[in-house]
Every structure is written in structure tokens, then in C-alpha cells.
């Protein structure tokens, strides 16, 4: 339970933190680049989890020791017993959520975000979910020659969120 509290407010932290909303307009110019329009694709989605995504990528290929230690972290979670802890948050029906935490963790597909391919596989899957069906006619090839000078430079800010967060929680 301390876990999932935990993880709860460092979500917050996150996603209130200037980095994040800093990162999240930097990001921007290259979407629009991508998508060819304005800001009709439900961009505060897209921006969303197109940084996080790149945050995974680009820790992953600074330290991969990460992503395996990650992993190690889910190994060691029982998962039908988290599930009982969150049944009573929620009034829907999370037995679904077993087969899936599963799913995520025996196949660790966070580690193949260092790759092109699976990394822009991820993405696209990830934003055609929520609606965004433009992104299923993307190339790989220009999904990544647009959004490399942002991970080149993200790369280099990503000390700014580590400062930040350790100022933001206890």
C-alpha cells in the first residue's frame, strides 16, 4: 500500500512540475511538424504522453540498468493481492487489470523503447487509443527524423527533472 501511495504522489509531483509542463510546450513544434495541423489532434493528450514516452526512451538509452531494475521492481509485486487493495477505489470491474499488469511485465517491451521501431510502435498504439487515428498513416523513418533534435535536447535537460523532484518531495 505504501507503494501505491507513494507512486500516487509522485505522479502529481510529476505532472504539476515545471519540467513537465516546460517539456510538454518544447515537444509541441515537432507534433505539429508530424501531424501537418494545428492543434485539433488533441494535443494536451498527445503531448502528454509523447513526453513521457521520450523520457522512457531516453533514460532507458542513458542508463538501461534502469529498465531491468524496473522490471525486477514488478517481479516482486503480487499482483492479485495490489488488486484487492485497489478494488475498493474503484467501482469498476479491475479483474481485467491482472491479465494486463501480467502482460506488461513478463513481456518488459519498456526495454525495447531504445529501438525504433517498438518505440514508435508504442506511440502510435498508445495515441490511436485515445482517438488520435491520424497517427495510424505516420512513417517511422520521419516520426524519428522530426522528433530527434527533441530527444537530443531532452537528453541534455533531464537533469532539470531530477533537481526538481528532489526539491518537490519529501
Same mark, same amino acid.
Not at 501505491?4 to 509542463?21: G, L, N, V
Not at 494535443?43 to 538501461?64: A, G, N, P, W
Given at each position: 500500500?505504501?507503494?501505491?501511495?507513494?507512486?500516487?504522489?509522485?505522479?502529481?509531483?510529476?505532472?504539476?512540475?515545471?519540467?513537465?509542463?516546460?517539456?510538454?510546450?518544447?515537444?509541441?513544434?515537432?507534433?505539429?511538424?508530424?501531424?501537418?495541423?494545428?492543434?485539433?489532434?488533441?494535443?494536451?493528450?498527445?503531448?502528454?504522453?509523447?513526453?513521457?514516452?521520450?523520457?522512457?526512451?531516453?533514460? $532507458?538509452?542513458?542508463?538501461?540498468? $534502469?529498465?531491468?531494475?524496473?522490471?525486477?521492481?514488478?517481479?516482486?509485486?503480487?499482483?492479485?493481492?495490489? $488488486?484487492?487493495? $485497489?478494488?475498493?477505489?474503484?467501482?469498476?470491474?479491475?479483474?481485467?487489470?491482472?491479465?494486463?499488469?501480467?502482460?506488461?511485465?513478463?513481456?518488459?517491451?519498456?526495454?525495447?523503447?531504445?529501438?525504433?521501431?517498438?518505440?514508435?510502435?508504442?506511440?502510435?498504439?498508445?495515441? @490511436?487509443?485515445?482517438?488520435?487515428?491520424?497517427?495510424?498513416?505516420?512513417?517511422?523513418?520521419?516520426?524519428?527524423?522530426?522528433?530527434?533534435?527533441?530527444?537530443?535536447?531532452?537528453? @541534455?535537460?533531464?537533469?532539470?527533472?531530477?533537481?526538481?523532484? @528532489?526539491?518537490?518531495?519529501?
Amino acid at each position: 500500500m505504501n507503494g501505491i501511495i507513494r507512486h500516487y504522489y509522485t505522479d502529481i509531483a510529476f505532472h504539476e512540475s515545471e519540467f513537465f509542463r516546460t517539456e510538454r510546450e518544447a515537444i509541441k513544434p515537432y507534433l505539429f511538424q508530424l501531424f501537418k495541423q494545428s492543434p485539433d489532434e488533441k494535443y494536451f493528450f498527445l503531448t502528454h504522453i509523447s513526453v513521457e514516452l521520450m523520457l522512457d526512451r531516453v533514460l $532507458l538509452k542513458q542508463d538501461s540498468a $534502469l529498465g531491468t531494475a524496473y522490471y525486477a521492481h514488478f517481479h516482486n509485486v503480487d499482483a492479485a493481492h495490489t $488488486l484487492s487493495v $485497489l478494488k475498493p477505489w474503484t467501482p469498476q470491474d479491475i479483474s481485467p487489470l491482472h491479465k494486463t499488469f501480467t502482460l506488461f511485465r513478463d513481456r518488459a517491451f519498456v526495454l525495447d523503447y531504445v529501438l525504433n521501431e517498438p518505440f514508435f510502435y508504442a506511440w502510435q498504439r498508445t495515441v @490511436q487509443r485515445a482517438g488520435i487515428t491520424s497517427a495510424q498513416s505516420l512513417d517511422s523513418t520521419a516520426f524519428h527524423a522530426i522528433l530527434e533534435p527533441y530527444e537530443a535536447d531532452l537528453s @541534455q535537460r533531464m537533469h532539470l527533472l531530477f533537481t526538481e523532484m @528532489q526539491s518537490r518531495l519529501p
